[in-house]
C-alpha cells in the first residue's frame, strides 16, 4: 500500500504581475488563509490612498449643507414677509425654488461621497487580491516562481500545498478479501 496527501492543491495568483514577495518556503506548515506570498502593489497602494483621501473629504457636503441651511433661512424670511404682504407671491415660490435647488446639491454630494466610499472598498479589494493565500491547512511542498518572476493568466500557480492529516491509504488487497469487507 502507500499513502497520499488528502488534498494536493495548485496555489494560483487571482491577478498578474510580478512576485514581490515569497512568505514561506518548501516545507513550512501553513493555515487556511495565511498570505504564502505576494505581487507588486506599488500601483494599488497609491491608488488606496488616492481613495482614501478622497473617501475622507467632506468639504463638498458641507458646503452644499450651508447652501442649504441659507436657503431654508432666506425661504423662512420671505415667507415671514408674504404674510405681512412685504414680499410677492412670486419672490416666496423663487425661495422655495432656491432651496429645492440646494437640497438637491446637498443630495448629490452625499451621493458622490457614497460613490468614493464605494470606490475606496474597490481599492482595498484589488490591494487585498495582490496578495497570495492558503486555500487550506497544509504544508508547502513546492514555490514554482522566485521573487522577481512573472505571473501570467496561463502560468498563474506560483504555490503548491498539500493537506497530510488526514492522509489516504491505499492498499492493495485479493478479492476474496474484499469481498468480506463489506
Request: a negative charge; one cysteine or more; charged letters at 25%.
Given at each position: 500500500?502507500?499513502?497520499?496527501?488528502?488534498?494536493?492543491?495548485?496555489?494560483?495568483?487571482?491577478?498578474?504581475?510580478?512576485?514581490?514577495?515569497?512568505?514561506?518556503?518548501?516545507?513550512?506548515?501553513?493555515a487556511i488563509g495565511q498570505v504564502l506570498g505576494t505581487l507588486d502593489d506599488d500601483l494599488w497602494q497609491?491608488?488606496?490612498?488616492?481613495?482614501?483621501?478622497?473617501?475622507?473629504?467632506?468639504?463638498?457636503?458641507?458646503?452644499?449643507?450651508?447652501?442649504?441651511?441659507?436657503?431654508?433661512?432666506?425661504?423662512?424670511?420671505?415667507?415671514?414677509?408674504?404674510?405681512?404682504?412685504?414680499?410677492?407671491?412670486?419672490?416666496?415660490?423663487?425661495?422655495q425654488m432656491e432651496q429645492d435647488v440646494a437640497e438637491a446639491r446637498l443630495l448629490t454630494a452625499r451621493?458622490?461621497?457614497?460613490?468614493?466610499?464605494?470606490?475606496?472598498?474597490?481599492?482595498?479589494?484589488?490591494?487585498?487580491?495582490?496578495?497570495?493565500?492558503?486555500?487550506i491547512d497544509g504544508v508547502v511542498v513546492e514555490i514554482h516562481k522566485d521573487q522577481g518572476e512573472f505571473?501570467?493568466?496561463?502560468?498563474?500557480?506560483?504555490?503548491?500545498?498539500?493537506?497530510?492529516?488526514?492522509?489516504?491509504?491505499?492498499?492493495?488487497?485479493?478479492?476474496?478479501?474484499?469481498?468480506?469487507?463489506?
Amino acid at each position: 500500500g502507500f499513502t497520499e496527501p488528502y488534498q494536493h492543491v495548485q496555489v494560483a495568483a487571482l491577478e498578474t504581475g510580478i512576485v514581490n514577495q515569497l512568505d514561506v518556503k518548501e516545507g513550512n506548515r501553513v493555515a487556511i488563509g495565511q498570505v504564502l506570498g505576494t505581487l507588486d502593489d506599488d500601483l494599488w497602494q497609491a491608488s488606496l490612498a488616492i481613495a482614501e483621501k478622497a473617501k475622507e473629504a467632506q468639504g463638498a457636503i458641507l458646503s452644499a449643507q450651508a447652501e442649504c441651511e441659507l436657503k431654508q433661512d432666506r425661504l423662512k424670511k420671505f415667507q415671514i414677509l408674504r404674510e405681512n404682504d412685504h414680499a410677492s407671491e412670486e419672490e416666496v415660490q423663487r425661495a422655495q425654488m432656491e432651496q429645492d435647488v440646494a437640497e438637491a446639491r446637498l443630495l448629490t454630494a452625499r451621493e458622490a461621497q457614497e460613490v468614493k466610499e464605494l470606490e475606496h472598498r474597490r481599492a482595498e479589494v484589488q490591494l487585498a487580491r495582490r496578495r497570495i493565500l492558503s486555500p487550506i491547512d497544509g504544508v508547502v511542498v513546492e514555490i514554482h516562481k522566485d521573487q522577481g518572476e512573472f505571473v501570467s493568466p496561463t502560468d498563474p500557480v506560483v504555490f503548491t500545498v498539500v493537506q497530510l492529516d488526514p492522509l489516504l491509504a491505499t492498499f492493495s488487497i485479493p478479492v476474496s478479501a474484499a469481498l468480506s469487507l463489506t
